[in-house]
């Protein structure tokens, strides 16, 4: 079947930048999301973009969507310690838009080294 | 508001016996869902409503039973549980979908 996908790990220095890509399936999708998770908790919804949008800014999170070649990304500004977690790209199930479910990709593993 | 609450937060059960993982939710939210989280691929849909009374089949949804008789309430229940259900059960739920979902803390279940 179709995938979300991510690649699966990403190791940056504090105070970096971060940037976590997504290659999404359905180009009809209308919203598309960025959850976090951090160990042994549920996941938390950080961010979405609407389809009709490039970008999105939100204090240090970035989001930026082609269109064009399905993908998404997320930059994350002056990463901190407390920034290594899962995340996690995820869109609305392709062809069952009615339903409103969400496809996840796989995940990607964050570690932000001192 | 408590968001979403499951229990249990941690299960072992025997192959071939069954059990309900219970989610609930405070919000007034109409859809709900069940993923499962297993390592390297994600999180993938199990069952899920969009109302009380309704119920539909996500991508995995063999071994597993739902239903929605209140808007608060979605149990999971595993019929006969097998060593492959062992994983991590996600509970989540929305208002209207498009807004992203709240999950809950989620239950780890081995089965041995």
């Given at each position: 079947?179709?995938?979300?996908?991510?690649?699966?790990?990403?190791?940056?220095?504090?105070?970096?930048?971060?940037?976590?890509?997504?290659?999404?399936?359905?180009?009809?999708?209308?919203?598309?999301?960025?959850?976090?998770?951090e160990p042994g908790a549920g996941l938390q919804l950080l961010t979405y973009i609407f389809s009709n949008m490039d970008m999105k800014q939100d204090q240090r999170l970035t989001v930026l969507l082609n269109k064009k070649d399905k993908h998404l990304s997320l930059r994350i500004a002056d990463t901190q310690t407390g920034?290594?977690?899962?995340?996690?790209?995820?869109?609305?199930?392709?062809?069952?838009?009615?339903?409103?479910?969400?496809?996840?990709?796989?995940?990607?593993?964050?570690?932000v080294l001192p | 508001n408590a968001g979403v609450t499951?229990?249990?937060k941690f299960q072992v059960l025997k192959t071939g016996q069954s059990m309900t993982l219970q989610c609930a939710q405070d919000m007034?939210?109409?859809?709900?869902?069940?993923?499962?989280?297993?390592?390297?691929?994600?999180?993938?849909?199990?069952?899920?409503?969009?109302?009380?009374?309704?119920?539909?089949q996500g991508e995995v949804p063999n071994g597993y039973n739902v239903s929605r008789s209140t808007t608060e309430d979605f149990p999971l229940r595993l019929?006969?549980?097998?060593?492959?259900?062992?994983?991590?059960?996600?509970?989540?739920?929305?208002?209207?979908?498009?807004?992203?979902?709240?999950?809950?803390?989620?239950?780890?279940?081995?089965?041995?």
């Amino acid at each position: 079947g179709e995938d979300v996908e991510q690649s699966l790990f990403l190791s940056v220095r504090e105070g970096d930048s971060s940037v976590i890509n997504c290659t999404y399936t359905d180009s009809s999708s209308t919203y598309l999301y960025w959850y976090k998770q951090e160990p042994g908790a549920g996941l938390q919804l950080l961010t979405y973009i609407f389809s009709n949008m490039d970008m999105k800014q939100d204090q240090r999170l970035t989001v930026l969507l082609n269109k064009k070649d399905k993908h998404l990304s997320l930059r994350i500004a002056d990463t901190q310690t407390g920034d290594s977690a899962i995340y996690f790209c995820a869109e609305i199930l392709p062809g069952r838009s009615s339903a409103r479910q969400l496809t996840f990709g796989s995940g990607t593993q964050l570690t932000v080294l001192p | 508001n408590a968001g979403v609450t499951q229990t249990p937060k941690f299960q072992v059960l025997k192959t071939g016996q069954s059990m309900t993982l219970q989610c609930a939710q405070d919000m007034n939210h109409e859809y709900m869902s069940w993923y499962r989280q297993d390592p390297g691929m994600g999180l993938r849909l199990i069952h899920y409503s969009v109302g009380a009374g309704i119920t539909d089949q996500g991508e995995v949804p063999n071994g597993y039973n739902v239903s929605r008789s209140t808007t608060e309430d979605f149990p999971l229940r595993l019929l006969s549980a097998a060593p492959s259900q062992t994983s991590v059960y996600f509970c989540a739920s929305s208002k209207q979908g498009n807004g992203g979902y709240t999950f809950g803390s989620g239950t780890r279940l081995t089965v041995v």
